[in-house]
């Protein structure tokens, strides 16, 4: 199970310390426990960490696989002053963060799916779930979850239907020869996120989205794709074109209308 101490060494950031991390060996959600202390106060950079979950969700209300003892499964409370509408780049920026990351540890073929998956050869390694408590007309903490694939075969760990579209980061690193063998590779992630992560808080809050938006379209696995997009009341199939400055995925559908997705179920679509 980690502990603070394995991911402290090279904590560069003021956003995280031991004071505001929680680590538990089972918890039904992470997302919970950190909703339930930002509920009772709990400052912005509370860390709730599990090394598994009964209850484990991601978007949609899915189920999130979390078996004890290979994956990263762990919550931040946040306080941005910020509006409603501007809550969803926040994922955005934590999908740059965990893309960044794992390029740091030599993770190859990364992309970012919008809007809350990492993908790694085209297959799922991990995923963002982003919740908010709002208070009046303003937002009164965002609780921002990660669950990562992070060691072991998905032939293994995960369920049949799964076995082609997701991938752990120990696989991938195994398939370029790059031996982590010699370290704690979960709390090597966690540490490399929280800095990753800080950095581009940090940014977001003082030059706004436009270097966010930088930095994932510099990730995108999915523009110029043929993607499916379900909405609450209706699904579409197109063209994937681009991120507008706000972070909407533009797409352009069958009979040539660009249309602005603000939140749906996005699925990549075999060509």
Same mark, same amino acid.
């Given at each position: 199970m980690i502990q603070w101490?394995?991911?402290?060494?090279?904590?560069?950031?003021?956003?995280?310390?031991?004071?505001?991390?929680?680590?538990?060996?089972?918890?039904?959600?992470?997302n919970q426990t950190a909703i339930e202390l930002a509920r009772e106060g709990a400052p912005e950079g509370t860390l709730v960490v599990a090394d598994s979950q009964r209850s484990g969700r991601g978007r949609l209300q899915r189920i999130w696989q979390s078996p004890?003892?290979?994956?990263?499964?762990?919550?931040?409370?946040?306080?941005?002053?910020?509006?409603?509408?501007?809550?969803?780049?926040v994922t955005l920026?934590?999908?740059?963060?965990?893309?960044?990351?794992?390029?740091?540890?030599?993770?190859?073929?990364?992309?970012?799916?919008?809007?809350?998956?990492?993908?790694?050869?085209?297959?799922?390694?991990?995923?963002?779930? $982003?919740?908010?408590?709002?208070? !009046?007309?303003? #937002? *009164?903490?965002?609780?921002? +979850?990660?669950g990562i694939n992070v060691y072991g075969q998905v032939k293994t760990?995960?369920?049949?239907?799964?076995?082609?579209s997701a991938i752990t980061w120990s696989e991938a690193l195994d398939d370029t020869g790059v031996d982590h063998s010699g370290f704690n590779l979960r709390g090597k992630i966690l540490?490399?996120?929280?800095?990753?992560?800080?950095?581009?808080?940090?940014?977001?809050?003082?030059?706004?989205?436009?270097?966010?938006r930088t930095a994932w379209m510099n990730r995108a696995g999915i523009i110029g794709k043929r993607v499916q997009i379900n909405l $609450?009341?209706?699904?579409?199939? !197109?063209?994937? #074109? *681009?991120?507008?400055?706000? +972070?909407?995925?533009?797409?352009?559908d069958g009979v040539g209308i660009v249309q602005q997705v603000m939140a749906g179920d996005v699925t990549l679509m075999k060509e």
């Open positions: 101490q394995d991911i402290s060494g090279n904590l560069q950031s003021a956003l995280f310390d031991q004071q505001r991390a929680f680590f538990h060996s089972e918890l039904d959600s992470t004890p003892g290979v994956n990263l499964y762990f919550s931040m409370v946040l306080r941005p002053e910020l509006a409603i509408a501007l809550a969803p780049q920026l934590t999908g740059v963060a965990l893309a960044e990351s794992a390029v740091m540890l030599k993770v190859p073929d990364v992309a970012l799916k919008w809007p809350n998956d990492l993908l790694i050869k085209d297959r799922k390694s991990a995923g963002i779930l $982003t919740e908010m408590g709002i208070q !009046g007309h303003r #937002i *009164n903490y965002l609780v921002v +979850g990660v760990l995960l369920p049949e239907a799964l076995h082609t540490n490399q996120f929280l800095n990753q992560f800080s950095h581009w808080y940090t940014l977001w809050q003082k030059e706004g989205f436009i270097p966010i $609450t009341d209706r699904q579409f199939s !197109g063209i994937a #074109i *681009n991120m507008d400055p706000e +972070g909407y995925l533009m797409v352009k």
